[in-house]
T-cell receptor, first 113, second 112 residues
Framework: EAQVTQNPRYLITVTGKKLTVTCSQN?????MSWYRQDPGLGLRQIYYSMNVEVTDKGDVPEGYKVSRKEKRNFPLILESPSPNQTSLYFC????????????FGPGTRLTVL | GEDVEQSLFLSVREGDSSVINCTYT??????LYWYKQEPGAGLQLLTYIFSNMDMKQDQRLTVLLNKKDKHLSLRIADTQTGDSAIYFC????????????FGTGTLLAVQP
């Protein structure tokens, strides 16, 4: 089954404790992306990757890092989480190039105390 | 600039039609999408429309695009309780990436 998976689905942590949210896709997509969803703001792009070893900032990259060492995986790293990073996070993937349909993972709900 | 706006809430009775509206600002957008988010779930692509089209129909869903007014709507015929969800309008930003610009989402509540 073609899918995007994220782990963990739910996470409660404390300020400053490094964490990683994993994202994996089995569709051989070149393009992957991370969004965060906040009430009243919709989804905003954090980082994206056009292919292996190619990543770039989205609209709200502060406080986040990503890596793309393999095509299927695109982890989101919070080196020192803060309460304003409490949010619902979605990973997405698509074929490369413009306008290809993006497929979303189930989301990771993160709470930073 | 990039901005996509939607009304926050819509309530309809089961069996009625629902119309969810969206306005966008980027005239270079080529594809516009509707995603559905059910409680606790990810985003499910419902349908999309290419900007050279005025209308697209897919079973109970009808998408209308008014490119002049930059207005997009999603009509759901014979709305069912299972249609209760948040609906997001999104435009594909006309840049070098595949970035989607999302609206704030419209919560559709279907009353039995």
């Amino acid at each position: 089954e073609a899918q995007v998976t994220q782990n963990p689905r739910y996470l409660i942590t404390v300020t400053g404790k490094k964490l990683t949210v994993t994202c994996s896709q089995n569709m051989n997509h070149e393009y992957m992306s991370w969004y965060r969803q906040d009430p009243g703001l919709g989804l905003r792009q954090i980082y994206y990757s056009m292919n292996v070893e190619v990543t770039d900032k989205g609209d709200v990259p502060e406080g986040y890092k990503v890596s793309r060492k393999e095509k299927r995986n695109f982890p989101l790293i919070l080196e020192s989480p803060s309460p304003n990073q409490t949010s619902l996070y979605f990973c997405a993937s698509s074929d490369s190039g413009r306008f290809h349909t993006q497929y979303f993972g189930p989301g990771t709900r993160l709470t930073v105390l | 600039g990039e901005d996509v706006e939607q009304s926050l809430f819509l309530s309809v009775r089961e069996g009625d039609s629902s119309v969810i509206n969206c306005t966008y600002t980027d005239s270079s957008s080529t594809y516009l999408y509707w995603y559905k988010q059910e409680p606790g779930a990810g985003l499910q692509l419902l349908t999309y429309i290419f900007s050279n089209m005025d209308m697209k129909q897919d079973q109970r869903l009808t998408v209308l695009l008014n490119k002049k007014d930059k207005h997009l709507s999603l009509r759901i015929a014979d709305t069912q309780t299972g249609d209760s969800a948040i609906y997001f309008c999104a435009e594909n930003y006309g840049g070098a990436t595949n970035k989607l610009i999302f609206g704030t989402g419209t919560l559709l509540a279907v009353q039995p």
